[in-house]
């Protein structure tokens, strides 16, 4: 007989034995089984409601905490990007020169004549 024959020919054997001790159970003992086996039942499937409410909090607060990073990480980089664009040295002479408006407004003009000076 293979292996798989005698665990078939086991749980037949297994069965057929609890069936008929579960026939020799008085009717008062039974009700108290029965009884055990419902609030065993009741108090599984709480447990499994309250836990499919917490697994629906999962994603909301994996999602929150996503995104909490990734806005910290943008105002991160806005700050750098922003600190990049803060006047250098070579900005100075522009910025407290008292030189009237309309000369930067010529500004490309001057720095084109400037190039034509040093190629001509």
């Given at each position: 007989?293979?292996?798989?024959?005698?665990?078939?020919?086991?749980?037949?054997?297994?069965?057929?034995?609890?069936?008929?001790?579960?026939?020799?159970?008085?009717?008062?003992?039974?009700?108290?089984?029965?009884?055990?086996?419902?609030?065993?039942?009741?108090?599984?499937?709480?447990?499994?409601?309250?836990?499919?409410?917490?697994?629906?909090?999962?994603?909301?607060?994996?999602?929150?905490?996503?995104?909490?990073?990734?806005?910290?990480?943008?105002?991160?980089?806005?700050?750098?990007?922003?600190?990049?664009?803060?006047?250098?040295?070579?900005?100075?002479?522009l910025?407290?020169?008292?030189?009237?408006i309309?000369?930067?407004?010529?500004?490309?003009?001057?720095?084109?004549?400037?190039?034509?000076?040093?190629?001509?």
């Amino acid at each position: 007989m293979s292996e798989k024959n005698q665990d078939q020919e086991f749980l037949r054997q297994t069965r057929k034995t609890l069936n008929l001790q579960i026939d020799a159970i008085d009717d008062s003992t039974r009700s108290a089984l029965s009884h055990i086996r419902r609030r065993a039942i009741a108090q599984l499937d709480s447990h499994s409601t309250k836990s499919k409410f917490r697994q629906g909090w999962y994603p909301i607060l994996a999602a929150t905490a996503t995104a909490s990073v990734i806005i910290s990480i943008a105002i991160t980089i806005n700050m750098s990007a922003t600190t990049d664009r803060l006047p250098t040295l070579e900005d100075m002479p522009l910025i407290t020169a008292t030189d009237d408006i309309m000369f930067y407004q010529d500004l490309e003009f001057y720095q084109w004549l400037d190039a034509e000076k040093v190629n001509g």
